[in-house]
């Protein structure tokens, strides 16, 4: 039987999501998908978003550094985090209202300045506001997402989120291979000056290559703008629900990727900075899964796909949970994690977006909310977790998240009349 098309988010509550936007940049559709500058999009995304991810091999250097109690270390993942959450917030929106491609520019040369603060900071203190900001500014990726979005046919949609997607993806995966390589040969500062003055390339690259963008017409003010993501997500129950995926899923990819860190750099294994970033690249199939993920999101397989991705992440974790006794297993494991995290994250956006093509910057802002907080609060869980209770009970964190995700998504298919 021909499976039908997921439940998208009614007509009647679109209306009620103001300011109306009209996104002008549609004019570009043939220049802006080329295949070149869709992959120039997806390479922006991959450099701003690691960013993000550079601090979780360098955890242990950080912390002995600078002096940081091992339990606390996990606050530079968090402090990330929250930066991130505020610019989702009274950023991205922006999108709808400003010029884009001008908010992407400045978005990268601010990000270069945060970095360059964070890769020079001597105090925590100051390491902790650097990576605030350092968050903040990485929210580039959503405007530059969204704006490929907006672009797209809607018959293609999903397959175009999914690729950009890829890219950022890609992004998150090698920065913790490009950030134990860099730290192992020149130490954790350079990951960040070094990535400083990449932001400073993206930008001018970008500048060259993109056409003039106009900006969208908004029949609102800033403040009409951010006041219309909360009735978004009060009027329209798949933000919500796909939001609640997505605070889930990025909590258990949270709890893996900021504490594996630990056991892999401690005895028995001792493993280098470099060693530990390997295990990103065994996390590219999630990247591959990316597009697939749209693709079958856009022939109405959204729900499916969600329901047995949710139960590969559950069971994802019996692998990983071998970490002592086998690097295979654990592989095996970081592999299924990621391709089932980034599938359900690709089925989030190209559902959402399909709602409201006039307001997608709000609507992404909105659903990486839950997603940044899902990933602080996992982030700051795992480390705790560890310090007390050890590696098991880190697993027995992340299968439980997990499990939560896929018990909401049973139970709001039950419900479904």
């Not at 999009?41 to 450099?47: R, T, Y």
């Not at 991705?309 to 095996?332: F, N």
Request: proline share 4%; charged share 5%.
């Amino acid at each position: 039987m021909t499976p039908q098309p997921d439940a998208s988010l009614s007509t009647a509550t679109r209306s009620q999501a103001k300011p109306h936007t009209q996104d002008h940049s549609n004019t570009h559709t043939s220049v802006s998908l080329s295949r070149a500058l869709t992959l120039l999009f997806s390479a922006v995304c991959a450099a701003a978003v690691a960013n993000v991810y550079f601090a979780q091999p360098l955890l242990g250097s950080i912390a002995s550094e600078l002096g940081v109690e091992p339990g606390m270390i996990g606050t530079v993942v968090t402090a990330t985090q929250v930066g991130y959450a505020l610019g989702l917030v009274f950023i991205v929106p922006l999108g709808d209202l400003l010029n884009r491609k001008a908010l992407i520019l400045a978005h990268l040369l601010m990000s270069a300045v945060a970095l360059g603060l964070a890769g020079t900071a001597q105090h925590w203190a100051i390491l902790l506001s650097a990576m605030i900001f350092v968050g903040l500014f990485a929210v580039v990726v959503q405007i530059v997402v969204a704006y490929a979005a907006a672009l797209a046919a809607p018959s293609q949609r999903g397959q175009v989120v999914g690729t950009v997607t890829s890219g950022v993806v890609l992004g998150i995966l090698l920065a913790r291979l490009a950030s134990g390589l860099i730290a192992d040969l020149a130490g954790w500062r350079t990951v960040y000056l070094g990535s400083a003055i990449l932001m400073l390339v993206m930008a001018a690259i970008l500048c060259k290559a993109t056409p003039p963008s106009r900006a969208p017409r908004v029949n609102g003010s800033y403040r009409a703008l951010l006041l219309s993501m909360v009735g978004l997500l009060k009027t329209e129950p798949t933000l919500r629900l796909r939001g609640m995926f997505a605070l889930l899923i990025f909590a258990a990819f949270s709890v893996l990727w900021t504490s594996m860190v630990l056991p892999l750099s401690a005895q028995p294994l001792a493993l280098s900075h470099t060693q530990i970033g390997l295990f990103g690249l065994a996390g590219i199939a999630g990247a591959l899964a990316a597009s697939r993920a749209g693709r079958w999101a856009d022939q109405g397989w959204g729900q499916r796909t969600t329901g047995v991705s949710l139960a590969l992440l559950t069971v994802s974790w019996l692998g990983t949970a071998q970490v002592e006794t086998s690097l295979w297993a654990l592989i095996l494991g970081v592999v299924i994690l990621d391709f089932a995290v980034q599938a359900v994250h690709v089925t989030n956006q190209s559902l959402i977006f399909a709602a409201h093509p006039d307001a997608q910057s709000r609507l992404l802002g909105a659903y990486m909310c839950f997603y940044s907080v899902g990933s602080a609060l996992g982030a700051a869980a795992a480390t705790q977790v560890y310090a007390h209770w050890g590696w098991s009970a880190v697993c027995l964190l992340g299968a439980a998240i997990s499990l939560a995700a896929w018990l909401l998504w049973l139970a709001s298919r039950i419900s479904q009349p």
